[in-house]
């Protein structure tokens, strides 16, 4: 008996200490790495913001090459959503970005299933003509005496795990494979709800950028004239649909969604609706330069995976090009299928 007293004695003292020292330790970890990459900040936004070329880089793909990801949400920026399950290596749960500042910073919200939520930051500083790139790791566990101890340990939990992922997200943007703009084609099928347009037809070379902006923004700015005389609002990115690419020559027509089109029209400008149904969508981030390489991938990869074009290409600009950088412009391509 007196040693069953003991040991109880030995057990209840270590609860105690237990406790009373958890409470003493700190309620937020912070576990960081940095690494500079020798790319422009926008590139490496651009390869962050979103997690389609996530498990090209990330510490943690080669350990469950098995695992299932499932992506929801917008292909880039606030909102893009990510969730991933797998063997105990790698385990299971979704992260979320929760703010996104071009060529600065990428926040998520991360969700361990069984196991609390955490935040991830990449903060990007410019240097030497490179970025310095800190991913930061923050655990806040308030009450819980458990996640507390657990704290003490997490740095040499994840700490080389995080070093390896920049590693790798350095090799990848360095290599030239890794700029946003060379990124590899990808298709989604997704059901294009069709929009209700405002549309001007143009054409022309397509290899001299210079006069597509010119005539994408003479009919645009006829399209705007309209609308601001008629008291129409826009509804959405300004898109083109592309009706033929023949003997060097792009034919399209430029549109803006709007909330009504029907209503006295003036000059070149035209009403009707956008393709819908059924429609591969392909992401581009990168200068519009380089979109028609990209297109022509776009098409190739259609076909290569047995689908069927059944309707002219749309094209939707969700970026500014006043106020983003060329390398992080974002543009949909919207390919309807049978």
Partial sequence: MRVVK???????????????????L???????????????????????????????????AELDPQARYEFSGPPT?????????????????????????????????????????????FLL??????????????????GSIAG??????????????????????????????GSASSAMVDGEEIDFVPLRLLYA????????????????????????ALMQAQGVRQVGAPLTITHAVEDGVWRFDAAIPVDRNDIALAGEVRAGMSPGGRALRFVHVGPYERLHAYWQGAMDWTAGHGY???????AQYLSDP??????????????PIE
């Fill in 6 to 24: 003991a040991l109880a004695g030995v057990i209840a003292a270590l609860v105690v200490l237990f406790f009373a020292v958890g409470w003493l």
């Fill in 26 to 60: 700190p309620d937020r970890v912070v576990v960081e790495r940095g690494i500079h990459v020798a790319r422009p900040p926008a590139e490496v936004h651009a390869v962050l913001d979103g997690f389609g070329r996530f498990n090209e880089w990330s510490p943690w």
């Fill in 77 to 121: 920026g606030v909102g893009a959503t990510l969730r991933w399950s797998g063997n105990d290596a790698v385990g299971s749960g979704r992260q979320r970005i929760v703010e996104s500042v071009a060529g600065e910073r990428v926040v998520t919200a991360l969700e361990f299933d069984g196991q609390g939520e955490a935040t991830a930051r």
């Fill in 125 to 142: 500083s410019p240097r030497d003509g490179g970025t310095d790139v800190l991913w930061r790791f923050e655990a806040d566990f308030g």
């Fill in 148 to 177: 507390r101890w657990f704290g003490l340990f997490l740095d040499r939990l994840i700490g080389a795990d995080y070093e390896r992922g920049l590693a790798r997200l350095k090799a990848l943007l360095e290599s030239g494979s």
């Fill in 201 to 224: 037809s143009g054409t022309a070379p397509v290899d001299d950028i210079h006069a597509i902006a010119e005539a994408l923004a003479a009919r645009y700015g006829e399209i705007t």
């Fill in 308 to 314: 069927r074009q059944r309707g002219p290409v749309i």
């Fill in 322 to 335: 006043g106020e983003m950088p060329p390398e992080a412009l974002v543009t949909h391509l919207v390919v």
